[in-house]
C-alpha cells in the first residue's frame, strides 16, 4: 500500500505539472519537453545547452532544481555526465495519461539521497530503491533461491556404497575409540586405586587429570586413524588408471564415475543399426516389376522406364552428402560417406551399371523444389522435382510397409501403372517384405507421384495430402552383417547377469532375425518382442499417461523394441531405472549411434554413444 502511494503522488506531481506546462505557467512548453523526450541523452543535453544555456537554466523555467527526483526534468534524464557528477537514474514506472514518458528517479551526489529521504518523510512521493535485476529479471535472492532448489546430482552406485562403508566404518571407529577411552581409564583407576592402594590426593589432582586428557587424545587419536579418508582418493586414482587403459580401446570416457557404473550395469539397451551390425549396407534382394529378386537382377531385366524412375527417384530422393568414394588402397571396399542406407541405395545403381553423379549434375541441389526430410515419426523422405512443362514429381522412399500403406498404384510387369489394391499390398507384405525381414533384411520401398501441369499448384507445406496417392516402383531389402564380435559380446554379458535388450527403429521382423543372430533371443526363452505402439499402447492408461505399474510388467520380459521412435526409447529406460519390483535398482547403460538415441543416452546412468 505504501508503494501504491508513492506512485498515486508521484503521478499526481506530474500530472500536475503538465497541466501547468499547458496553462503556459511554465518556461518550458509541453511540446519542447515532448521533443527533448525523442532525443537520445547526449543529444538532448547539446539541445538544453543550446536552448537553455545548461541545466541550471532550464531547472529555474521549471521553477525546480537538478537535485530534486521528482520533477519533470528529471524523468527526461536516463544517464550522462553534469559536470563531474553522473546522474544513475533509479526505475519507477509512471503512466501519464497523455502516454508522454517512462520515467525514472534519480540518485546523484551532492545531498541527493539525503533530498529524496526528506521528500519521503513529507509527502511519501520519492521512490525506495530497489534491488539491482540480474540479465534475466530475477534478483539475487530469488536466483540463489531457485540454484538451492535445483536437484543435486545423484551419486554413482560406487560413491553410495563407498558413503555407506565410510559411515559403518566412523560408527565402528567411534565404538572403538568410546571403548579404548573406557578400558584406560578402568585400568588407571584400578591400578592406582585398588591394586596399588593409593588415596586420592588433592595436590595430585592435575596430574590425575592429565592422564585422562591423555586417555582422551589416545581415543579421539583411533577414531582419526579409522577415518578411511584414503579410500576416495584410492578409489578416484583406480578409475583414472581405468579410463587411461580404456582409451587404449578407443573408448573415450567423459566422465570418470563412468567407470564405475558400466561395470555395475543390469540391463543393456542397444541400437541395432550400427552398434550390433556394421553398419556397412549394401542391397541384396529386389521387388521390381512384379517380380521378386533373391540377387541382384541385371539390367536388362528391369523394363527401361522403371529403370528411369528408379535412377532419378533414388539419386535425388538421397541428401547429395550421401556418396560413394572409390577404396582408399587397392582391392578395399568403396568407401561410403554419408547416410548408410541411402549409400546402399546408390550402390544399387552403381550395381546396376547406372551413375547417379550424372544425374546430380543435371539437377543440382539448389533445383530441388521441395523436401521433406526423414524423421524418426514419419518413416520417410520425400523430394519434389519441378519439370520444364510445369508439372511436378515428387520422389518417396521410407519404411516399406509405411510407404505402401500410401501407394495406390504399382508398376506393372511391362512397366506401367496400374491399379494396387488393399489386398495387394497385403499380398507383397506376406511374400515379399515379411521373408525379407524373416532374414534380418532391412526393407525400403521407393514410390513416385506426378501432378499434372493443368492443375493449381498444390499447398506443399501440407505433407499428408502430398505424400500420399503414390506409385510404387520398388521395395528393396538391405542387408547390415552382424559385428562378428558381437554374439561373443552378448554372451559374457548374460552369464555375468546382464540382460541385453535391442531398441531399433526397424521392421519388428527384421529386429527379431538380427536378435536371434546375435543371441539375444534364444530358443525356449519366455520373451516379448513388441512395436512401438503396442508397448505405447501397454504401458499408458486411459487417459494417455503413462503409469509405472504397466512398465512394471512388461519390462522384465522384454528383448526387442522394434519401431520405436527416441520418446519410446526414453520411456523405457526411464521405466526399468525407476523400477521398484527388485530389491536393487537396476542400472541401465544404452548404446547407440545415432541423433535418435541421444535421450536414452542421456537419461541413461551410463551412455555409450558409438562413433
Avoid at 185 to 206: M, S
Avoid at 283 to 310: D, F, G, R
Avoid at 327 to 350: I, Q, Y
Avoid at 480 to 494: G, L, M, S, Y
Wanted: glycine share 8%; charged share 25%; proline share 4%.
Amino acid at each position: 500500500m505504501g508503494d501504491m502511494a508513492n506512485n498515486s503522488v508521484a503521478y499526481s506531481g506530474v500530472k500536475n505539472a503538465v497541466k501547468e506546462a499547458n496553462h503556459g505557467e511554465f518556461g518550458v512548453t509541453l511540446a519542447e519537453l515532448r521533443s527533448l523526450m525523442e532525443l537520445r541523452a547526449t543529444d538532448a543535453l547539446h539541445k538544453i545547452q543550446e536552448c537553455y544555456g545548461d541545466v541550471q537554466g532550464i531547472c529555474t523555467k521549471l521553477k525546480t532544481s537538478p537535485n530534486e527526483g521528482k520533477t519533470i526534468f528529471t524523468l527526461l534524464l536516463r544517464k550522462f555526465h553534469l559536470g563531474n557528477t553522473s546522474v544513475k537514474l533509479v526505475c519507477l514506472s509512471l503512466f501519464v495519461k497523455h502516454n508522454l514518458f517512462s520515467s525514472l528517479t534519480g540518485k546523484k551526489q551532492d545531498g541527493a539521497v539525503e533530498n529524496r529521504n526528506k521528500a519521503k518523510a513529507q509527502d511519501g512521493a520519492a521512490m525506495e530503491m530497489q534491488p539491482l535485476k540480474s540479465e534475466d529479471g530475477v534478483d539475487g535472492d530469488e536466483k540463489d533461491k531457485k540454484r538451492s532448489n535445483l536437484p543435486k546430482k545423484e551419486k554413482s552406485v560406487l560413491q553410495g556404497k563407498l558413503t555407506k562403508l565410510a559411515v559403518q566404518i566412523g560408527k565402528a571407529g567411534l565404538l572403538m575409540s568410546a571403548i579404548t577411552v573406557i578400558i584406560l581409564v578402568l585400568y588407571f583407576v584400578i591400578d592406582t586405586f585398588w591394586v596399588q592402594k593409593r588415596p586420592w590426593l588433592a595436590e595430585c589432582t592435575p596430574i590425575y587429570i592429565q592422564y585422562f586428557v591423555k586417555f582422551f587424545i589416545i581415543g579421539v587419536t583411533v577414531l582419526v586413524v579409522a577415518v578411511p579418508e584414503g579410500l576416495p582418493l584410492a578409489v578416484t586414482i583406480s578409475l583414472a588408471y581405468s579410463v587411461k587403459k580404456m582409451m587404449r580401446d578407443n573408448n573415450l570416457v567423459r566422465h570418470l564415475d563412468a567407470c564405475e557404473t558400466m561395470g555395475n550395469a543390469t540391463a543393456i539397451c542397444s541400437d541395432k543399426t550400427g552398434t550390433l551390425t556394421m553398419n556397412r549396407m549394401t542391397v541384396v534382394q529386389a521387388y521390381i516389376s512384379e517380380k521378386h529378386y533373391k540377387k541382384i537382377p541385371a539390367p536388362e531385366a528391369i523394363p527401361e522406364n522403371i529403370m528411369t524412375y528408379l535412377v532419378t527417384g533414388i539419386s535425388v530422393n538421397c541428401a547429395y552428402t550421401s556418396k560413394i568414394l572409390p577404396p582408399e588402397k587397392e582391392g578395399g571396399l568403396p568407401r561410403h560417406v554419408g547416410n548408410k542406407t541411402e549409400c546402399a541405395l546408390l550402390g544399387f545403381l552403381l550395381d546396376l551399371k547406372r551413375d547417379y553423379q550424372d544425374v546430380r549434375n543435371e539437377i543440382p541441389e539448389e533445383k530441388l523444389h521441395k523436401v521433406y526430410t526423414f524423421n524418426s515419426v514419419r518413416k520417410s523422405m520425400s523430394t519434389v522435382l519441378k519439370n520444364s512443362d510445369g508439372s511436378f514429381r515428387i520422389f518417396s522412399k521410407g519404411a516399406s510397409e509405411i510407404v505402401l500403406k500410401k501407394c495406390f498404384k504399382i508398376l506393372s510387369a511391362d512397366g506401367e501403372p496400374k491399379v494396387f489394391r488393399p489386398r495387394d499390398r497385403d499380398d507383397i507384405v506376406k511374400t515379399v517384405i515379411e521373408p525379407m525381414a524373416s532374414e534380418g533384411l532391412r526393407t525400403i520401398c521407393l514410390a513416385f507421384r506426378d501432378f499434372p501441369a493443368g492443375e493449381p499448384e498444390p499447398e506443399w507445406d501440407n505433407e499428408n495430402d502430398i505424400v500420399t496417392g503414390l506409385t510404387c516402383i520398388a521395395v528393396v531389402g538391405i542387408e547390415d552383417p552382424v559385428r562378428p564380435e558381437v554374439p561373443d559380446a552378448i554372451k559374457k554379458c548374460q552369464r555375468a547377469g546382464i540382460t541385453v535388450r535391442m531398441v531399433t527403429g526397424d521392421n519388428i521382423n527384421t529386429a527379431r532375425a538380427i536378435a536371434l543372430k546375435c543371441g539375444i533371443l534364444n530358443p525356449g526363452e519366455d520373451f516379448l518382442c513388441l512395436e512401438g505402439k503396442d508397448f505405447n499402447r501397454r504401458i499408458r492408461n486411459e487417459k494417455g499417461e503413462i503409469e509405472q505399474e504397466r512398465i512394471d510388467k512388461i519390462w522384465p520380459k522384454l528383448r526387442v523394441l522394434a519401431r520405436s521412435s527416441p520418446t519410446d526409447k526414453h520411456t523405457l529406460v526411464k521405466g526399468i531405472i525407476d523400477s521398484t519390483i527388485f530389491d536393487q535398482r537396476q542400472v541401465v547403460a544404452v548404446t547407440g549411434d545415432g541423433t535418435n538415441d541421444g535421450p536414452a543416452l542421456k537419461k541413461a546412468d551410463v551412455g555409450f554413444a558409438m562413433v
